[in-house]
Nanobody, 121 residues
Framework: QVQLVESGGGLVQGGGSLRLSCAASGRTFRSSIMGWFRQAPGKEREFVAAIYWSSSTYYADSVKGRFTISRDNAKNTVYLQMNSLKPEDTAVYYC???????????????WGQGTQVTVSS
C-alpha cells in the first residue's frame, strides 16, 4: 500500500499558476505509474495527467499545453505545474498511484486525500 500526501492547492486568479506536490511513501515509487485526477462540484472525478517510470507523460485534452506533470524519484514526489489557469480548472485535485488504463479510461489503485484548487475569474 502506498500513502500519498498532496500539497500546494489554493486560490489563484485566472491566468495564474500553481504547483501541486505529492509525496509518496510505503512502497516502491520508481516503478509506479503516478498521476493526477480532479473532481469539480457536481461532476465525476476525471483524469488530468499521468507519468510513467520512464517519464513518458499523458494529459487530458482540457489541460494539454497548460499543465505539466513531472516526478523526482529520489524524493518520491510527483508534481503538477498548472499554468494559464481557468475558472473551469476549479476542483479538488487528487494524487494517484498505480494508474492503469482500460480503453480510454484511466483508473488508479491508491489515492491521496485531495487538495482544493480554486481559480477566480
Amino acid at each position: 500500500q502506498v500513502q500519498l500526501v498532496e500539497s500546494g492547492g489554493g486560490l489563484v486568479q485566472g491566468g495564474g499558476s500553481l504547483r501541486l506536490s505529492c509525496a509518496a511513501s510505503g512502497r516502491t515509487f520508481r516503478s509506479s505509474i503516478m498521476g493526477w485526477f480532479r473532481q469539480a462540484p457536481g461532476k465525476e472525478r476525471e483524469f488530468v495527467a499521468a507519468i510513467y517510470w520512464s517519464s513518458s507523460t499523458y494529459y487530458a485534452d482540457s489541460v494539454k499545453g497548460r499543465f505539466t506533470i513531472s516526478r523526482d524519484n529520489a524524493k518520491n514526489t510527483v508534481y503538477l505545474q498548472m499554468n494559464s489557469l481557468k475558472p473551469e480548472d476549479t476542483a479538488v485535485y487528487y494524487c494517484a498511484a498505480d494508474l492503469g488504463r482500460q480503453s480510454s479510461n484511466w483508473y488508479a489503485r491508491s489515492w491521496g486525500q485531495g487538495t482544493q484548487v480554486t481559480v477566480s475569474s
